[in-house]
């Protein structure tokens, strides 16, 4: 079992900047696709961005070049994972959740969908005024 807590949200204006964590505990080790997703009440949940820890990343077009994605790969696992988000706009705010699982044979950490992950923190809020 993974547990993962989220923390960093806020309320910024926009133009403004956030770091957002997520702290990992537990088999950690057995991980390798991390992501942000944010969702809107009413709306799906949306892939922000991933990392898998042989430290590719992917972003959602509607981020690229505002948002980073890291995590400190300790030993090959990660036990801190990072969304900075700069220029922030109001479409940015939403619930926004860390997730982690395993490597699937054939299937890149870009391509799961939420039901891929099994391992979700709580989330934390992300609210942007304009």
């Known amino acids: 079992q993974v547990q993962l807590v989220e923390s960093g949200g806020g309320s910024v204006q926009a133009g403004g900047s956030l770091k957002l964590s997520c702290a990992a505990s537990g088999d950690t080790y057995s991980t390798y696709c991390w992501s942000w997703f944010r969702q809107v009440v009413g709306k799906e949940r949306e892939r922000v961005a991933t990392?898998?820890?042989?430290?590719?990343?992917?972003?959602?077009d509607s981020v690229k070049g505002r948002a980073t994605i890291s995590g400190d790969n300790a030993k090959n696992t990660i036990s801190l994972l990072t969304l900075q988000m700069n220029s922030l706009e109001p479409e940015d705010t939403a619930m926004y959740y860390c997730a982690a699982d395993h490597a699937r044979l054939a299937l890149m950490c870009s391509d799961y969908t939420p039901a891929d992950y099994r391992y979700w923190g709580q989330g934390t809020q992300v609210t942007v005024s304009s």
């Open positions: 990392l898998d820890t042989d430290g590719r990343t992917t972003y959602a």
